[in-house]
């Protein structure tokens, strides 16, 4: 014999039932199960011809493309919040100078640049990583505070493998402080010997909490082993799928003929930081992760504008707890 109502409680219970495994697949539930989602974000810079960041532009300058459907802009903004910024060192021994010279080379003065790039009115924490993260921060702090550590890094070595993606997840999870703008300033020759988390899965929970990175892309003259070769290939899709970019950095940039490059691009990347456009937009539910294509409206505004950086990807809602 079926009690009433017995149907009704079996179609709740395998709904929930489908929920749960859904999780596990990056799907987004029903938000009578799951909790609201706001409606999914990109986050979007543009630079004019002297690569300045454009601070006039509007929504309608702008067409939106969600997996080759175009896609409604439901808010448009300049956020100018002053943001918060976990700069990462790798300490791993592939930064040493070379296999005949300890030390770190180039390493140290690269991430030292990286804190002349953070913007005055942001913070800044420092932490470093092999196989594992460290925090050389206890809080965010200011610029000054943050070189003075950097510097004191010369007063080790660095040593053993490299947990680059496991500890920039690691990151995500310690510095729950980052949102939406925020940004991860990652200093590295890009090899990783011993993560365990994906590259994609990274990326879509960068991506959904908002947070860029931007590589300072420590090339180093000496022979590299496939983990860092391969590393660094990955690093320019890595960063620009986060709406982030990548400077990279040798001896020369550092204390060569070609210094004057850097000087000229760190105004860019401070200017990229400090002010960021905000898309919301008018997608009822992503249930995986989507590629998105911006490209501007009108003519005159193509013409002006030399090149965007903008977050490649929508992603479902984070999982609650």
């Known amino acids: ?189 890009g090899g990783d010997n011993k993560s365990r988390i994906s590259l994609r899965k990274l990326e879509e929970e960068l991506i959904s909490r908002g947070v860029r990175v931007f590589v300072f892309l420590v090339m180093r003259g000496v022979s590299r082993t496939e983990e860092e070769m391969s590393g660094a290939s990955q690093m320019d899709g890595f960063a620009e799928s986060t709406g982030g970019d990548v400077v990279q950095i040798s001896s020369a940039e550092v204390a060569g003929n070609k210094r004057a490059q850097l000087d000229k691009l760190a105004p860019r990347i401070v200017g990229q930081v400090e002010a960021v456009y905000r898309l919301e937009l008018g997608l009822s539910e992503v249930e995986r992760a989507a590629r998105v294509k911006l490209a501007f409206v009108y003519q005159d505004r193509r013409k002006n504008t030399r090149s965007i950086a903008y977050s490649h990807q929508v992603v479902p809602c984070p999982r609650k707890p």
Not at 56 to 62: P, V, W
Not at 80 to 106: C, F, N, Y
């Open 1 to 189: 014999m079926i009690v009433p109502g017995y149907r009704a409680l079996k179609l709740i219970m395998t709904t929930i039932s489908f929920c749960l495994r859904a999780s596990a697949l990056l799907l987004a539930c029903s938000p009578a199960v799951a909790g609201d989602c706001s409606p999914p974000s990109i986050l979007l810079n543009a630079f004019d011809s002297n690569f300045k960041i454009e601070r006039d532009l509007r929504a309608e300058d702008i067409k939106v493309e969600v997996d080759r459907k175009q896609a409604q802009i439901l808010s448009f903004s300049l956020d100018t919040h002053p943001r918060q910024i976990v700069l990462m060192v790798d300490s791993s021994g592939s930064m040493e100078a070379s296999p005949q010279k300890s030390g770190w080379g180039i390493t140290l003065p690269a991430a030292a640049y990286a804190v002349d790039a953070v913007p005055a009115s942001a913070s800044l924490a420092l932490v470093t990583f092999s196989d594992k993260l460290r925090r050389e921060s206890s809080d965010f702090e200011n610029r000054k505070l943050v070189g003075g550590r950097v510097l004191d890094l010369a007063k080790r070595q660095p040593k053993g493998p490299t947990s680059l993606f496991d500890s920039i997840d690691q990151v995500l999870v310690e510095f729950k402080e980052l949102h939406f703008g925020d940004a991860i300033y990652l200093v590295t020759d």
